[in-house]
């Protein structure tokens, strides 16, 4: 079955650099017509919606977030990466994965996640 | 603030049925973007519930259904059991932000 796992670490220090990864399991990044995504919740502001990356390296991103945001993929060890750089408190948040059904007239949906993974901003 | 209203709660007694509405607008339900809804039990990702405005994935009870009207959704439970009790979101594409939203979610009470 289709399995999700973020790693990395739960806390970042304000100004620098979140790394998260996401180790796909169950199937080939590279079948189907999938997106793959990050998004986040926090108590503030809810489930949001970071970026997405097709396994042939294009991406999309929140615009609000576009300026901070790197999404990459490694499609031989089936995993894709998310960057979001000069981090503050407002990002704590639980940080999910999750495959992206999308090649659908009206917009997509987001069918497996991984567990999510609490990253916490502080010095 | 987001773009998609839910109430914040909403309960029922076992057996009983309870619906969660999802108020957008015409930047997105209203401009024909599809509607999905995801369970999200305490200390878990959100789990699909409803895909599509009214499909039900593999596996989901058949007791949760969804519909969209206008610049509305919901999401319906009949024979609500203590199982369902969680928090419910609503997540839809707008134009106006170009990405994806979601609800403010819903907390489900099996009285």
């Known amino acids: 079955q289709v399995q999700l796992q973020e790693s990395g670490p739960g806390l970042v220090e304000p100004s620098q650099t979140l790394s998260l990864t996401c180790t796909v399991s169950?199937?080939?990044?590279?079948?189907?017509?999938?997106?793959w995504s990050w998004l986040r919740q926090s108590a503030g502001k809810g489930l949001e919606w970071i970026g997405r990356?097709?396994?042939?390296?294009?991406?999309n991103y929140n615009p609000s977030l576009k300026s901070r945001v790197t999404l990459s993929a490694d499609t031989s060890k089936n995993q894709f990466s998310l960057m979001l750089t000069s981090m503050t408190a407002a990002d704590t948040a639980v940080y999910f994965c999750?495959?992206?059904?999308?090649?659908?007239?009206?917009?997509?949906?987001?069918?497996?996640w991984g567990q999510g993974s609490l990253v916490t901003v502080s010095s | 603030q987001s773009i998609l209203t839910q109430p914040p709660s909403v309960s029922g007694a076992p057996r009983q049925r309870v619906t969660i509405s999802c108020t957008g607008s015409s930047s997105n339900i209203g401009a024909g973007f599809n509607v999905h809804w995801y369970q999200q039990l305490p200390g878990t990702a959100p789990k699909l519930v409803i895909s599509t405005n009214s499909n039900r994935p593999s596996g989901v009870p058949d007791r949760f259904s969804g519909s969209k009207s206008g610049n509305s959704a919901s999401l319906d439970i009949t024979g609500l059991q203590a199982e369902d009790e969680a928090d419910y979101y609503c997540q839809s594409y707008d134009t106006s932000v170009s990405h994806y939203v979601f609800g403010t979610g819903t907390k489900v009470i099996v009285l």
């Open positions: 169950g199937v080939s990044m590279t079948s189907g017509t999938y997106y």
């Open positions: 990356i097709y396994h042939n390296g294009v991406t």
């Open positions: 999750a495959r992206e059904d999308a090649f659908h007239s009206g917009g997509g949906f987001f069918d497996y």
